[in-house]
Each structure stands twice: as structure tokens, then as C-alpha cells.
């Protein structure tokens, strides 16, 4: 374990945004961790995973760990189901793929998700169907104030639709070290309700489906779609969908009639960020280093020197255009450091 300085994060988030650390830490066990929190000579610091979850828009005056634990493993094997308990530094796709590889199923439609699985709860991520609650079973973290180690269960976490405690009443005070799935070995629950696979699934002449195939619609889906951030630099989606009161909606349709929505109680709906984003012309906008993705608008790219600034100012605006015009806040769904 050593203590870097000044020390580029460039390669260290998916915008590949090039800010600097005064110091710079790798963290591969617990005990490091522990450790490196304890330190009193650097007050100021910060956590990154993976770096997929974040816009870095100055350099940071403090000390950057990174969580590098590694390693997946079965702890509990049932007829019906596994318990896999994965270190919080592994690459979430990677995980994804070692589940497939062993006939775990829960998470094929949550394939190719950038990030690592440490920060998968803190967003309860979701794509196609499924959320991470659905396969959650618990979690290990280490309280920042007293360096011990908890665990957090599925009801604990209060998930909630890109949230968690992690992000609400326990914001800052864990970092998560691992995380336990609970998976099927038999009778996999194939979840095709996203419209988008099953089209897939048909262009694929898959006509009894496996979870090998549902992750392959899935990133064949994405792959159209979302950018590699490995090539061009992104965050995924960037906004939350947001949820409206049915009685705002059919005001919304007197004037927009194409408007899509899905239900979320008796008196809400959901409406796609990406369709309001789409609506007011900012989708394949490019303002010179940075802009809105040219196949998905709720994706904000770097095309290759951006200033983080820049792409905030950018979120501010659309944030701006669709209040204005729709009367519809949307949230980032992004960190904002």
C-alpha cells in the first residue's frame, strides 16, 4: 500500500474527465482500508470504485481511495439457489459474465452496466426489468467514523428506484467491501417484459431462451445505444426518469400527444428523461469537446478533452429547457464532485 501524489483520474472515471488528486491510495483488503480511513494527517477524502457514477469537475484537495478488493465466491449452494458473495473492486460486467459462465441466474439483464460491483447497491442499478434488489442479499461495509465492519440486508438498504440509504441517510458514513447475490441454479425467472428483448431475442432466431441469451439481446441492445466509455467518455444515463402525477401526464398529451409514460401507482406514471431530452432538440448536440449522445439523449459524452465544468453546465441547461417547456424536473443520477 502506498500513498501516491498528484496523480491524474482520468483513467479513474468512464468520462474520462482529467482532474487531479493531491494524494492517491489503492485500497485491495480490508485491513488496508480500514487503515487508510483511520488517517488523520488527510481529512479531506475520497471514495472511487469503478468511476462510473460521477462527473469530476475540479481537482481534488485531498486523499483519493480506490476500492480494489477483488475475488467472487459461492458461500451458500442450495438445491434451488446460490448465495455468490463478490468483493466490492470487481468489475460489475466481469461478475456478470462469471454468474453466466455458472449458470447463476438474476442478473443477466443487468449485463454490460458499467462500474464495479461495491457502488451496484448504493444506485440500486436496474436496466431491462430488473433492479438490484431483486437479486440483493446483503452487503459489507465498513463505517468511516469507527472502521467496523457491518452488514446491511435487503430490507436495511431501503432500495428505491435508483436509491438507497447509502445515498440518503447513510451517505458518506460506509464504504461498501462486498456484496452477497441470492441467484438461481434451476428454473431461471427470464425476465422479457422490456419489449426491446424479446425483439431482440427474434432478430437472434432464439426461440427458447436461456440467461445466456437474455444477457446477449441485452448488451447487443446496448451496444446500439449507449457508447463504450472505453472509446468515448460517458456515465451512462446521466438523468433519472421522472415520475409525474397522472393528472400532470394528460394536461402534458393535450400538447404533446406522443408522449410515452409507465405506471407507477394509481396516480403517477413515469416518463422517459430520454424522450423530453429528444423533444427539445438537444439529442446528437455537440458543443465542441463534449454533448448529448447521438443515439441515446440521456447520455452526455466526452469526445475527448472535456472539462467537467462543461458537461455540468450542459446538464444545467437541459435540466433548464425540459422545466421550461414541460414543467418536469429531472434529476442527475450522476454523483457531482
Known amino acids: 500500500m502506498q500513498i501516491k501524489q498528484n496523480i491524474s483520474l482520468k483513467p479513474f472515471n468512464t468520462f474520462g474527465i482529467d482532474v487531479t488528486a493531491d494524494y492517491f491510495v489503492s485500497a485491495a483488503t480490508i485491513e488496508d482500508l480500514k487503515h487508510i480511513i483511520a488517517l488523520t494527517d488527510h481529512p479531506n477524502k475520497l471514495i ?44 460489475w460486467h466481469d461478475f456478470v459474465l462469471w454468474c453466466l459462465n455458472n449458470n447463476y441466474g438474476g442478473v443477466e439483464n443487468l449485463s454490460l452496466i458499467p462500474g464495479n460491483v461495491g457502488t451496484a447497491p448504493i444506485q ?11 437479486v440483493f442479499h446483503s452487503c459489507e461495509a465498513v463505517e468511516i467514523n469507527t472502521q467496523n465492519l457491518k452488514t446491511f ?37 427470464l425476465n422479457m417484459n422490456y419489449g426491446a428483448i424479446t425483439a431482440e431475442l427474434e432478430k437472434m432466431k432464439v ?103 462543461d458537461i455540468l453546465n450542459l446538464s444545467r441547461l437541459i435540466q433548464d429547457t425540459v422545466l421550461r417547456i414541460f414543467e418536469i424536473p429531472i434529476e442527475a443520477e450522476v454523483n457531482i464532485l
Open 48 to 91: 472511487l470504485g469503478g468511476g462510473s457514477n460521477m462527473l469530476l469537475t475540479q481537482d481534488f484537495n485531498g486523499l483519493v481511495i480506490h476500492i480494489n478488493l477483488k475475488g467472487i465466491e459461492v458461500i451458500e449452494d442450495y438445491d434451488d439457489y446460490v448465495l455468490v458473495k463478490a468483493q466490492a473492486g470487481e468489475n
Open 124 to 134: 440500486n442499478i436496474g436496466a431491462y426489468g430488473v433492479e438490484l434488489k431483486d
Open 153 to 189: 440486508n435487503n430490507t436495511e438498504c431501503q432500495f428505491g428506484y435508483r436509491n438507497s440509504v447509502f445515498k440518503q441517510e447513510f451517505k458518506g458514513q460506509f464504504i461498501i467491501t462486498s456484496v452477497t447475490f441470492k441467484l438461481s441454479k434451476t428454473h431461471h425467472n
Open 207 to 309: 426461440s427458447n431462451p436461456k440467461i445466456k441469451d437474455i444477457s446477449n439481446a441485452v448488451i447487443a441492445i446496448r451496444e446500439s445505444k449507449l457508447p463504450n466509455p472505453k472509446i468515448l467518455g460517458n456515465s451512462g444515463s446521466f438523468f433519472k426518469n421522472p415520475v409525474i402525477s397522472k393528472s400532470h401526464f394528460n394536461k402534458l398529451q393535450e400538447n404533446f400527444k406522443d408522449i410515452p409514460s409507465y405506471p407507477v401507482s394509481e396516480t403517477e406514471v413515469k416518463v422517459p428523461a430520454g424522450w423530453l431530452i429528444e423533444k427539445i432538440g438537444f439529442k446528437g448536440k455537440r458543443f465542441g469537446d463534449y454533448g448529448v449522445h447521438k443515439n441515446q439523449a440521456l447520455v452526455l459524452v466526452n469526445y475527448g478533452n472535456a472539462k467537467g465544468i
